[in-house]
């Protein structure tokens, strides 16, 4: 095979490696006892690869076989037989220096995913990955290790979205993360949905969905994830750079939570295990049932740490919509006893925060943090499926910050489908309320809300903590140093246009925190 360059990688597909000469052969690294065992198959590398959850010495690298990839029966048009699949890591994208190499076995019981952990790799570097099996070889991934922990880091790039769906736009978010080159990238949740758009057809992307029935089994879950990851830029995303992922509620159904209202164990089981298929997360991330550990931390020398929260497994229910008036739902939104966290993951990410071994420590979760007040008054609520239905939630996690004098706390966040920058304070009707942190909040991929209304003033007003909102979609992209966070807030002109010269990609808003000085200032 020719030298494969760097062009090649990142945009990933068929552009990667070609595999129409090498479809009719059995090459010298093929297993031939499992080439005559299975059957024979079209290009199972139809969904591409991608890497993520990087540690020091390790990351997850990550790939699917489906030559079909729409099949209802969630197989991808695998034959129901184990395939060998073999997996290589480099120093260099011609794969003339591999570092390691290896076998895995793709299983029809996990949807014949990999999910591949290399150990002993060279802490904070760059590696080159792919996988081979039944005569073909894969996109060409690219990824890198975590820096060691306490490791001198001038810098880190990365980018991060959420909320993706299918039918309501292009995925052209990732052109401009590709054109970023970032480091990592985050995603919020929301990866794909278990529902049809709800917008009408006018309004909508051209491309419809497989089928639009509400998923609810395994086989629909696999299918819907499936069909997100065909979108090319979405493959070139993953094939750039490590991800780290976590799930809101659309990868199970929408507004779920830790009881079984909504949604059934049996569907929490179904989404866990096609999101843990789908997904470039670790063997510790493997659902048991109903149940999947997705929080979890990630260290970047001494420059960043990362976590990584879940805030819909194992939160109460939520209260019903109070509207911004009182009453006793807002006594129940505020009750000690009610958790979005869940008490062990509170305990945990408290814990945690009582070292400070980086600059920055960074919350990537799902849902709004920061208040948002309608009319000023506090004896009202509003925002129950966000951190506000879980009041005293937020104030143990917000407390525990400031006692624990965590120096530079942002808070990452999806979900809402509009970018939102905001200072974080304890107390948001006291306008005189120190700031301890601040959240950036990305908007959707794709996910619309463009019959949401910009602010008012009267709002901006009760609510100064509030720098910024606009309903546009996009992605944040952040960059961190020892001195500085800044923040880009990338917004797309239009992602039901296909024609990318057509479209604008451009930062909307820029802000910055000086590390030491909580607040965001407009950079």
Known sequence: MGQVNRRAVLLGGAAAVST???????????????MAAAPAIRDPFQLGVASGDPLPDSVVLWTRLAPAPLNPDGFGGMPDAAYTVDWEIANDQAFSSIVQKGTATAARASGHSVHIEPAGLEPGREYFYRFKTSGFISPVGRTRTAPAAGAAVDQLKYCFSSCQHWEEGWYHSYKGMLADDPDLVLFLGDYMYEKKSGRAAAERNPRKLAFTDDVTTLAQYRARHAQHKTDADLQNAHAMAPWIVVFDDHEVMNNWNGTAIPATAERKTAGFQAFYENMPIRATAKPSGATIRLYRQFGWGNLARFHMLDTRQYRNAQVPDPSGSAGPACTDMRATSRS?????????LLKALETHPAKWDFLGQQVFFATRDGDGNKATCESPDSWQGYEASRDRIAKGIVDRKVP???????????HWAADLRRDYFNHGDPVFGSELVTTSVTSNSDTATDPSSAWLANNPHVKYCRGKRGYVRVTASQARMRADFMTVSDTTEYDFSKVTLAADRSYVVEAGKPGLQRA
């Open 20 to 34: 129409a000469a090498l479809s009719s052969t059995v090459p010298s690294w093929a297993n031939a006892r499992t």
């Open 408 to 418: 530079n706390p942002i808070v990452l966040t999806g979900d809402v489908h509009r």
């Open 340 to 348: 979005i966290l869940g008490t062990a993951q509170e305990a945990w």
